[in-house]
C-alpha cells in the first residue's frame, strides 16, 4: 500500500497568516492527490484534486501544488473559518490511502 | 442539488451484519462512480470501498470479503453491506460522490456511527 505522511501533524498560527502544509507519498503518484478540510463533528470537505486543481466554490487562498511523491497545500490570510484539521489522500492505486492529518489550531 | 443521506448505522454485537444506506438525490448513483470512507473515534479517515458506474468494485483489505458496496437504481441509493462486523469495524462511515470515475468524493454525506460493542 502506499503510505501518505503529513507534517507538521498539528500547527499553530494567527489569523491573517499564511502557512504550508506538507504531504509525502511513500511512492510515486504523479498527481493523484486531494486535499480536504474537516472541522469537529462534520464530514470532510473536498479542497483540492489532481494536486494542484481547486474543488467548485473553494475560495483560491487555498493553492496545493507537487508531484511525484511532495506536495503542499499553502493556505493564505487565514481567518478563522480555516482553523480545522487538514487531510491528503492518494488515488493513484488502491487502497486508496490518507494521510494521518494536520492540525491547524489557532 | 446534490445531497447524499446515510442512514443504518448503529450499535451492533461483534459478529454481526449491518447494511448502511446512502440515499441520494440530484444526480444517478447508478451512473456516478461512489465511494465510503470511515473514520474510527478521534482517529482519521480511512478509504473503504468504491464502485464504478460499471459495477466494478474495491476494498480495503481491512474489509475485503466481509463488506459489499452495492446500489439501487429504483432507489438511487448506495449500499455497504458489511458482514462478521469487528470491534476495530467501530466508527462514523461516510458516502462520498465523485465527479469523475476514480477521482476522489467532491460531495459526502453527514455520516453515520456504527458501534460495534457486545
Known amino acids: 500500500d502506499i503510505q501518505m505522511t503529513q507534517s507538521p501533524s498539528s500547527l499553530s498560527a494567527s489569523v491573517g497568516d499564511r502557512v504550508t502544509l506538507t504531504c509525502r507519498a511513500s511512492q510515486d503518484i504523479s498527481t493523484s492527490l486531494a486535499w480536504f478540510q474537516q472541522k469537529p463533528g462534520k464530514a470532510p470537505k473536498s479542497l483540492i484534486y489532481?494536486?494542484?486543481s481547486l474543488q467548485s466554490g473553494v475560495p483560491s487562498k487555498f493553492i496545493g501544488s507537487g508531484s511525484g511523491t511532495d506536495f503542499t497545500l499553502t493556505i493564505s490570510s487565514l481567518q478563522p473559518e480555516d482553523f480545522a484539521t487538514y487531510y491528503c489522500?492518494?488515488?493513484?492505486?488502491?487502497?486508496?490511502?490518507f494521510g494521518q492529518g494536520t492540525k491547524l489550531e489557532i | 442539488e446534490v445531497q447524499l443521506v446515510e442512514s443504518g448505522g448503529g450499535l451492533i454485537q461483534p459478529g454481526g451484519s449491518l447494511r448502511l444506506s446512502c440515499a441520494a438525490s440530484?444526480?444517478?448513483?447508478?451512473?456516478?462512480?461512489m465511494t465510503w470512507v470511515r473514520q474510527a473515534p478521534g482517529k482519521g479517515l480511512e478509504w473503504v470501498s468504491a464502485i464504478y458506474s460499471g459495477g466494478s468494485s474495491y476494498y480495503a483489505d481491512s474489509v475485503k470479503g466481509r463488506f459489499a458496496i452495492s446500489r439501487d437504481h429504483s432507489r438511487n441509493t448506495l449500499y455497504l453491506q458489511m458482514n462478521s462486523l469487528r470491534a476495530d469495524d467501530t466508527a462514523v462511515y461516510y458516502c462520498?460522490?465523485?465527479?469523475?470515475?476514480?477521482?476522489?468524493?467532491?460531495?459526502w454525506g453527514q455520516g453515520t456511527l456504527v458501534t460495534v460493542s457486545s
Open positions: 489532481a494536486a494542484s
Open positions: 440530484g444526480f444517478s448513483v447508478s451512473s456516478t462512480y
Open positions: 489522500q492518494q488515488y493513484y492505486r488502491y487502497p486508496w490511502t
Open positions: 462520498a460522490r465523485s465527479p469523475r470515475e476514480g477521482y476522489p468524493g467532491d460531495y
